[in-house]
């Protein structure tokens, strides 16, 4: 898998202060979307193991909440594997700290994934630019979802993050 960045002290991708991994790799190609550099999956450089210890030394911040997971697509094809443990390594580690991903694809596509039910909150669908809307919060269009993983999983039913 390969990235584009890892933002830390973010504020504008989840909820408190956060961590951000810009994965590469997606095929989604929304209209509008802010970050057509990321498409390419081999665009950006081979999150290895110097960057995962960055990644982890950032987690490893009491004042950061919590973990972004965007992209890109985190879900896209050749990232799932990587990603998946990736998750699965920061629910141990860090157990405290909330896990975001956003993805492109619906819930209901991904649902079954192994590693879902480690997230915290996903935000799904495509973004769609004629659906744009400023003012809301945590997605970019109105067909965007902000799912509250374990209440959905729990319930059997899409339960929204509040």
């Not at 898998?1 to 590469?24: E, F, K, Q, S």
């Not at 860090?94 to 694809?105: D, E, M, R, V």
């Not at 109105?142 to 799912?147: G, H, P, Y």
Request: glycine content about 10%.
């Amino acid at each position: 898998m390969n990235y584009h960045n890892i933002t830390v002290d973010d504020m504008l991708n989840g909820d408190g202060l956060r961590t951000v991994l810009w994965v590469a790799g997606c095929d989604h190609h929304c209209q509008g979307c802010q970050n057509q550099q990321t498409w390419p999956a081999d665009s950006g450089i081979p999150f290895d193991e110097g960057a995962k210890a960055e990644l982890f030394g950032y987690l490893s911040r009491d004042y950061i909440n919590g973990i972004t997971f965007s992209g890109g697509d985190p879900l896209y094809c050749k990232n799932r594997e990587t990603v998946g443990l990736l998750i699965s390594e920061i629910r141990e580690r860090f157990p405290n700290k909330t896990i975001w991903l956003y993805t492109g694809s619906l819930f209901e596509e991904i649902r079954r994934l192994p590693f879902i039910p480690m997230i915290d909150v996903i935000v799904d669908g495509p973004y769609i630019e004629a659906l744009r809307d400023v003012q809301l919060h945590w997605k970019g269009s109105r067909n965007q979802r902000v799912i509250d993983v374990k209440r959905t999983l729990a319930s059997g039913r899409i339960v929204l993050w509040d």
